[in-house]
């Protein structure tokens, strides 16, 4: 079974500065795709980033960018110039590759406070 | 819709009773997901299913949960005989026809506060 694991449950930023979350994860599968959603106080999670583990090129959405690295099993996301709507939970997400549709496993998340 | 609905927001039952809760999906997602997140947790699924049948049903807890999609649109999962350890945000998720885009699309979720 596939694992997602999340070391750091809190981290805190400066607005405007750079923050880095950690995720890591099991898996014996060579196809896979990894996600980092955002939960804010409302509950609803929403997609940050996307990456597709046969691509070798790391995914950058604006602000958010990962720092994918297939050997290590590691999948960091990377926050430039943050903003104070930046602060919320955010989950790692693991899905296989294989099948035409399948579940999510997430990691226990990272809460994430911007201060001024 | 717009993107995935799913009511109510809230619930509060009493021990030993009966809850639906009900998910409507974007339309033209044939994929749908139930999780169930607790207090400081990472969501968990439950329940998967492809239209009308549920393909993977692996992680409902026990027999007094049950979910269902009869026409393959909206969705109702269902908690029978409440236990306090049932409270819980439970969350709704829909995907695209296979293969079109891997990510899934979730709801606001519902808190389930089971006294």
């Known amino acids: 079974a596939q694992t997602v694991t999340q070391s750091q449950p809190e981290m805190s930023v400066q607005e405007a500065e750079t923050v880095t979350l950690s995720c890591t994860y099991d898996?014996?599968?060579?196809?896979?795709?990894l996600f980092w959603y955002k939960q804010p106080p409302s509950r609803q999670m929403i997609l940050v980033i996307r990456?597709?583990?046969?691509?070798?090129q790391n995914a950058t959405e604006n602000r958010f960018s990962v720092n994918f690295q297939k050997a290590a099993k590691s999948f960091s996301l990377k926050i430039s110039d943050s903003q104070l709507g930046d602060a919320a939970m955010y989950f790692c997400a693991y899905r296989s590759g294989t099948g035409t549709a399948s579940k999510l496993t997430f990691g226990t998340g990272t809460r994430l406070q911007v201060t001024l | 819709g717009a993107g995935v609905s799913q009511t109510p927001s809230n619930k509060v039952t009493e021990k030993g009773k009966y809850v639906e809760l009900r998910c409507d999906p974007i339309?033209?997602?044939?994929?749908l997901y139930w999780y169930r997140q607790s207090l400081g947790q990472g969501p968990e699924f439950l329940i998967y299913?492809?239209?009308?049948?549920?393909?993977?049903d692996s992680g409902l807890p026990n027999d007094r949960f049950f979910a269902v999609r009869p026409e393959g649109s909206v969705s109702t999962l269902k908690i029978q005989r409440t236990e306090r350890g049932d409270s819980a945000v439970y969350l709704c998720?829909?995907?695209?026809?296979?293969?079109?885009?891997?990510?899934?699309?979730f709801g606001p979720g519902t808190r389930l506060t089971v006294l």
């Open positions: 299913f492809q239209g009308t049948g549920a393909a993977d």
């Open positions: 998720a829909s995907t695209t026809p296979p293969d079109e885009r891997p990510e899934q699309f």
């Open positions: 898996t014996s599968e060579s196809d896979y795709y």
């Open positions: 339309s033209g997602h044939t994929a």
């Open positions: 990456q597709e583990a046969y691509k070798q």
